[in-house]
């Protein structure tokens, strides 16, 4: 495996009368296999939150949905299983995936009783993962319905630190209506993982299976993108960088000293599908002519926890006296898409302040916004959200997470 970057601006040119101009540079970045590569070996712990209220069928479809993802495991994979109420619990060790009947057993065994304390299961999960590092791709699912009533959420982000400075990607999903988002989202976020909305017991298999499936689709892990601007080059004082796909997420890149223009980021695993981040530039005045702005690399690890460098690549704009636009409209869809999810994140802190009219417009925008980029699932779903602020209702909790769920992705309804 070895990676794949791409950059392209918004627009190539630039008038040489200036002195700021805004531009939008668009990376991409994939993992691309060479015609030996397998699949790589998954090190993977599913954490499940088995408090009182998972029980029945909630707990009964969740435990059959993980048995079936492990039964797609190879035998050079490891897997553990964590469970956690208001205390949490190892329930199978991290082994390999030889002995299959002993550890659908051990998870049929789980029981729905007490409260939630998701660090609790975080933190035993972290400890359980880690001893099959080795060689492998380190993943965690955890899944909970409910808010974090015996723990704390402070815990839970700090955890999810530590999860991404040990390479273990984690991965959330939100069982039923009245998990907290703020916090799944962000603990996900922070360790490079995807959120999952998972609204029906019946839907539990399904969502187990496309999360395998992205996890299967890691080649290569621990990826920094590495970005050096240029001396007249700037990156935006405020929300400088945004992933996009596979779901939006904003970034934080990190400047490595007040002396030079170098940022990095870090975006954790790199699958075989694109992930595209946007960066908003400021270019100050510059000389006639092809001028390079920036250059970009990335920073990896290999299966066997070799850290390569990609190749550089150069960021170039043609600087004219006569300046004439050459705008790349493959950029349109990633800008729309991030306005999208920004316009949402504004009408939620909109109704957090009692303001359901200045929400009900900017959803309506951001309606328009997805049926620009064709999301029909996420339009029909930002436009009833909007629709019922406008007469003057409250969203449920689950129109609250549809709606930012279409916010954060393309809805597949």
């Known amino acids: 495996m070895k990676p794949l970057l791409k950059a392209r601006l918004n627009d190539t040119n630039l008038s040489a009368e200036n002195t700021s101009t805004q531009r939008q540079l668009e990376i991409s970045v994939q993992a691309v296999k060479d015609s030996s590569s397998n699949r790589l070996p998954l090190n993977l712990c599913i954490i499940l939150d088995h408090s009182g209220s998972m029980v029945g069928k909630p707990l009964e479809n969740v435990k059959q949905a993980a048995i079936a993802l492990i039964e797609k495991l190879n035998q050079e994979d490891r897997v553990s299983v964590v469970g956690f109420n208001h205390e949490a619990k190892v329930v199978v060790n991290s082994q390999p995936v030889s002995n299959l009947e002993a550890i659908k057993t051990q998870i049929n065994e789980l029981r729905a009783d007490g409260g939630t304390a998701i660090d609790e299961g975080l933190k035993l999960g972290i400890q359980e993962i880690n ?25 839970c982000l700090k955890l999810a630190k530590i999860s991404s400075e040990y390479n273990i990607t984690l991965n959330a999903m939100g069982f039923g209506n009245n998990w907290n988002q703020k916090v799944l989202e962000a603990i996900s976020d922070c360790a490079n993982g995807t959120l999952t909305h998972v609204e029906f017991a019946e839907q539990a298999k399904d969502e187990f299976q496309k999360l395998l499936t992205r996890m299967e689709s ?4 621990n990826a920094y993108l590495i970005l050096e601007l240029a001396e007249d080059v700037r ?25 030079t223009n170098k940022y990095t980021v870090r975006l954790g695993d790199l699958m075989t599908t694109e992930r595209i981040i946007l960066t908003n ?41 006569q300046y004439q636009p050459q705008n790349d409209a493959e950029i349109q869809k990633s800008l729309l ?26 959803l309506q925008n951001a309606a328009k916004t997805a049926l620009q980029l064709g999301d029909e699932s996420g339009a029909t779903v ?12 409250q969203l449920s909790e689950s129109e609250k997470k549809k709606t930012q769920m279409a916010a954060k992705t393309t809805l597949q309804l």
Not at 135 to 147: F, M, Y
Not at 238 to 248: F, S
Not at 290 to 314: F, H, M, R, W
Not at 337 to 360: F, S
């Open 281 to 321: 530039l400021y270019l100050g005045k510059l000389s006639l002519g092809n001028q390079a702005i920036a250059k970009i690399q990335v920073q990896y690890d290999d299966i066997k926890g070799q850290t390569l460098t990609s190749e550089e690549i150069a960021v170039n704009i043609q600087v004219q006296a």
């Open 382 to 393: 930002l436009q009833t959200s909007a629709t019922r602020l406008e007469t003057g209702q």
């Open 131 to 155: 001893q099959g590092k080795e060689n492998r791709v380190s993943q965690i699912l955890l899944l909970t319905d409910g808010e974090n009533e015996h723990g704390s959420n402070e815990k």
């Open 337 to 362: 898409t991030l306005a999208k999810y920004r316009q949402t994140r504004l009408a939620q802190e909109k109704i957090e302040q009692g303001d359901n009219k200045g929400a009900a417009t900017l």
């Open 235 to 259: 990156m935006a004082e405020l929300k400088p960088m945004a992933q996009v796909a596979p779901e939006t997420v904003e970034l934080e890149p990190h400047r490595e000293d007040d002396y």
């Open 218 to 221: 890691v080649g290569l892990t």
